[in-house]
């Protein structure tokens, strides 16, 4: 019998691949944060021995969600000023609260907050996007959560850096301090083709094919910036960067709600994954990605959030359901995008997306063990005839029971051991009474 | 000072009357049964001695959710057929199983199901379709929730009526039983212009006149209906119902996703209700229904989830957010269908759309006390910049705490106190393993 850390005995075991499979009174056996074994329950207790045994007898394990496009620290601005126009969402609130508060404290307490409110969805790994990153990274290491580090570029000048070269240096110091980190990486996260110019793009695809590291970059959210960028440049964002160089299997382009056939070829053939964020893009009313039509044109998609301010949760199971319902009605076809093919966009293309498709993403052996647990007892998971189906459309996230991340237990019968929740709240408290004041004291647009 | 019954004390109040309204610390005196204030704390601690006080620290009230189209009992179908194209998942799975099974029992216990699900998620009050509503009326009043069990007609026999006349006969001594009854009353419930013929629909429409009862119909629900209408009828099934004199405000017309400008406003100058099932005719592509051209035709919109087979929940807070933000991309502007009108939907419209919009439907002394609690203080809805947007955009149905109907405590901290849950489970765990093995030997269609 092999010495093992953790075994985990539950009553369904969903590991993404192969794709549907469902594995009934299966054990994972964890060692050293990897998965060692994914097999029968009796088998796993002729083979192994644990030092900590946990039996779920009404719930699924899934691998961790990976949340695959967040502004983590922008959960303290949550709700501040929904059901306005977007401009007058963006300019009269979102861009000069802020101008105002924007900072390491800002960071810290709002991504915080965020990974516990991840942790609790089930949520392991996010790839995120904002102002002082090596903030969010050192809250992340602390938190024992999986995070994608987004070297963040936009060329005007805020309170993280003064300008192309500040940002790139911060980032690169950035990667350098955790590129042996078994939970951080880096990626590059030039805002969007709107707000960052050629050449510092040309100097980000330069050193995103040295370094091998992933490209997060918002890209055809509204159909405003395509218009705009035919006047500036005279073609679409997307063809922009296609002749920058910028397609690639390493480019995350999120949102993507404005697509014709000819660029999902060009993504198909690029490689290039979409992150899709159908709630963001319903809220601020942005258009309708066509996630169908992109799985069937061979390219990755991934799944995600977007930030609290456009959301207004990081609730990847919530996240999921309204992807898979949405997706049913933008294509016409109850069959469209089935409850199995968005959980792998919420797992295993995320993931990859992220450069980390042999890391996580799936349940299978060598991989590290990223897991979440749901319980599928509740009164609202009853009847359960498929539980795939049942994790998709109709489980909440107060159904995540736990949650590991490269073996360690962060979330224990839905209490977070690593993260000081009073504190939290305290702090999310404080910085909702400065910023509503200030908020209010601005006054209408 | 004046002995009452009740008195909620709550850090917010939302009482839905006037638009858009929070109260901050008020409280609601309760006396059998019905609202007698609506007050500041303070005010009511000197006006009102109560049996019992209930304080609500980190709560916000609202009228108990008013769910205007349901088929309860196909709770026990949740899930059997995900993911399939429509008439395969009608065709192949969802009538072959109700043809099996339903019958008293079926109808008994999915109900049950259903309604326990309902008060956990705040709803108070449901507007139902389905065969044997005599069993569903029964089910209801014993759980002390409010019923508006629907009197089902339908051009073909089942196992509960053989014809038209049999439909009518028994739909109207449940009418006669229950016309007295403090939470349950009856409405008509012809099924949908495609399967109820025009002899009956004009007996409908002249016993829904003589009773004063409302109306409770599929109309417009998928593209295809309208084009077999125009085929055998020559006309629209709007038209028809039009001529055949069924438009009225009596007339809830559920899902209406395909609707013209002239519909529209035959609708509104009818005063008829539209109840929107957003999720449901995503999961079914049936379409979009555009909520914010509705509403600003002066149609009175109302909500409802629609059977769990083609959702696959029964929570309002989550159909809430569903539509608000639909209508967001559906109408192109992020400022579509604010919190505050979607909480209308939930409750005043839907309880107005069955004429019971004087008795409740928002917070207003003399109404009942449906009343639904909500714990914002969880970290999923913090920092909290206004509670209405929290509720709809931030809420989880696991963050209803207490629901009173007619000022009875349904469900006391997430605890059911009228039913038995592990009764319930069971009876749904039987039902399971009984439709799963029949579905399985039925094979594909």
New interface residues.
Partial sequence: MRQVDTLLHARWVIPVEPRGAVLDHHSLAIDEGRIVALIARAEARRSFQARNEVALERHALIPGLVNAHTHAAMN?L?????????ME?LQGHIWPAERQWVGEQFVHDGTQ?AI??ML?GGTTCFNDMYFFPEVSARVAAGAGVRLCAGMILIDFPTAYAGGADEYFEKGLALHDEYKHHPLVRCCFAPHAPYTVSDEPLRRVQVLADELDLPLHMHVHETGGEINDSIQSFGKRPLQRLHELGLLSPSLLAVHMTHVDDNERRLVADSGTTIVHCP?S????????CQVQKCLDAGINVALGTDG?AS???L?ML?EMR?A???A??V??????L??CDVLAMATLNGARALGLGDAIGSLRPCKWADVTALDLGA??T?????PI??LV??A???QVSDVWVAGQRLLKDRQLTQLD?TE??QR??A??AR??AA?AARGPV
Same sequence: chains 1, 2.
């Fill in positions: 303290l949550r709700g501040i000023a929904d059901d306005l126009p977007l969402w907050l516990a409110e609790r709630e893009n319903l809220k601020l009313a942005s258009g309708f609290a959301n207004n949760d609730d919530g309204t898979a319902l949405l049913k009605a294509h016409g076809d109850a069959s469209a089935p409850a009164l609202e009853r009847p359960l005839y498929d189906s049942q459309y109709a909440g996230r107060e929740l939290i709240l999310a408290d910085w909702q910023i509503a908020d």
